[in-house]
C-alpha cells in the first residue's frame, strides 16, 4: 500500500522534517512519488514515477523552501496502473475556482462510476477514477461555492460508495482545509504551544519545534504510519471522516 502525508496548519509552516521522514519509507514504496501545497490559491505540484530516494525531484523538493498551510504527499507502491507519471499521486482538478488535490492510499475493486461531466482521469489508477467521481458528484449537490461545513456533510455521504469497493484512506484539500478518511491505517496529531522537540521513527532525525514556532502557532499532520517516535498519534476508527481547519480538528464524522 502506500504512503500518505496531509499537513494544515493556520500559518504557512515548512514541512521539510515530516516529509524527510515520509520518504525514508520509499524504499517499500519505490513507484512514485508526489507533493503538492498551496500557496495561497496558488498551487505547486511536484510528481515523480522515480522513487523519492532516488528522484532529482525530490532532491529538489527537499532542497526548496516549502511554506504552506495546506500539504498533501505520497509514496506509491503500485496496485492499479503501471508505474507512469500521469498515476502518481497527488492527483488536482479545479472545481469553483479552487484546485482541489486529493491522495489515495489502498485498493478499490470493480469501481467504475460513470462519469459524464468535467472530471475525467488522465492514467489508469482507481485513486484518480474515485477522485474524479467525488469532484463530479460535488459539483452535482452543490449549485456554488459551499461552506467547508457543508463540505464535509456532502463527503460522508458520498465517501462510503467507493469505501464499499475496498480500502479508501484519503487526503482531500482545497487549500481551505484538510480532509482525512480513515479506511484501514491512518492517524493524525497536532502540535500547539507549548512546543516539544520530536524524533523521526525511521531516521536519526529531531527538530526542536519550540525553536521554530510562535505561540500561537497550531499544525496538524496526518499520516499513514505515525512519523515520529515521541509523540502521541491517534488513530482513526474506520469510515473516520475528519477536516483540519487553522490547524484545528473542525469536526469528526462517520460513514
Known amino acids: 500500500m502506500c504512503q500518505l502525508l496531509g499537513m494544515n496548519a493556520n500559518t504557512p509552516t515548512d514541512v521539510m522534517f ?3 521522514g515520509l520518504a525514508t519509507r ?6 512514485g512519488f508526489g507533493i ?4 495561497d490559491k496558488g498551487l505547486r505540484l511536484f510528481v515523480d514515477p522515480q522513487s523519492a530516494l532516488d528522484s532529482p525531484v525530490a532532491e529538489m523538493v527537499r532542497r526548496y523552501p516549502i511554506k504552506s498551510d495546506n500539504v498533501i504527499a505520497h509514496i506509491r507502491k503500485a496496485t492499479q496502473g503501471h508505474v507512469a507519471l500521469e498515476n502518481c499521486h497527488p492527483f488536482v482538478r479545479e472545481l469553483w475556482g479552487r484546485y482541489w488535490v486529493f491522495a489515495h492510499n489502498g485498493d478499490l475493486k470493480d469501481f467504475h462510476p460513470r462519469l459524464h461531466g468535467a472530471f475525467r482521469p488522465v492514467g ?12 463530479q458528484e460535488l459539483a452535482k449537490a452543490h449549485a456554488g461555492v459551499p461552506t467547508i461545513d457543508e463540505l464535509s456533510r456532502t463527503l460522508r455521504e458520498l465517501l462510503p460508495a467507493p ?3 475496498g480500502t479508501f484512506n484519503l487526503l482531500l484539500s482545497n487549500g481551505q482545509a484538510l480532509w482525512a478518511h480513515g479506511s484501514t491505517r491512518l492517524y493524525w496529531l497536532q502540535r500547539r504551544h507549548p ?4 524524533r523521526l521513527a525511521d531516521e536519526d532525525l529531531s527538530v ?5 514556532t510562535t505561540p500561537n502557532d497550531r499544525v496538524a499532520v496526518v499520516a499513514t504510519e505515525p512519523l515520529t517516535a515521541d509523540e502521541s498519534w491517534q488513530p482513526f476508527a474506520a469510515g473516520e471522516l475528519r477536516v483540519f481547519v487553522g490547524g484545528e480538528p473542525a469536526g469528526r464524522a462517520s460513514g
Open 36 to 39: 503538492a501545497f498551496f500557496e
Open 208 to 212: 526542536d519545534f519550540g525553536a521554530l
Open 163 to 165: 469505501h464499499a469497493h
Open 18 to 20: 515530516s516529509f524527510t
Open 26 to 31: 520509499a524504499a517499500e514504496h519505490k513507484d
Open 124 to 135: 489508469s489508477t482507481d485513486s484518480e477514477r474515485a477522485f474524479c467521481w467525488l469532484m
Open 195 to 198: 512546543f516539544g522537540r520530536a
